[in-house]
Nanobody
């Protein structure tokens, strides 16, 4: 059993930055790929970014590329999403998730454990 807890969300003006954190407990975090997803009101859950087990491979949604950076610290069992140049369309609940294999995936169904989410609101 793996528990994931996100933090770092909040209200920020357009152009601002936030750093989301994902704390993992249980399981063997260092062997899992991790992903960040988001869900805006009335919309489907959307892939944002993913990172493989050792941080050597990452992938981003086109609209966040060059603005967001995913990273992880396996020794601390932590994942991060640095979000810069935020836009109102980035407003959503952000979720971290892990899949029980080392390789990345952009598909929500490929992820087994999910956090409860953290709200990010970007005002214009």
């Amino acid at each position: 059993q793996v528990q994931l807890v996100e933090s770092g969300g909040g209200l920020v003006q357009a152009g601002g930055s936030l750093r989301l954190s994902c704390a993992a407990s249980g399981g063997t975090f260092s062997t899992y790929a991790m992903g960040w997803f988001r869900q805006a009101p009335g919309k489907e859950r959307e892939f944002v970014s993913t990172i493989n087990w050792n941080g050597g491979n990452t992938y981003y949604l086109d609209s966040v590329k060059d603005r967001f950076t995913i990273s992880r610290d396996n020794a601390k069992k932590m994942g991060y999403l640095q979000m810069n140049s935020l836009k109102p369309e980035d407003t959503a609940v952000y979720y971290c998730a892990v899949r029980l294999v080392p390789r990345i995936s952009t598909t929500p169904n490929a992820y087994y454990y999910w956090g409860q989410g953290t709200q990010v609101t970007v005002s214009s």
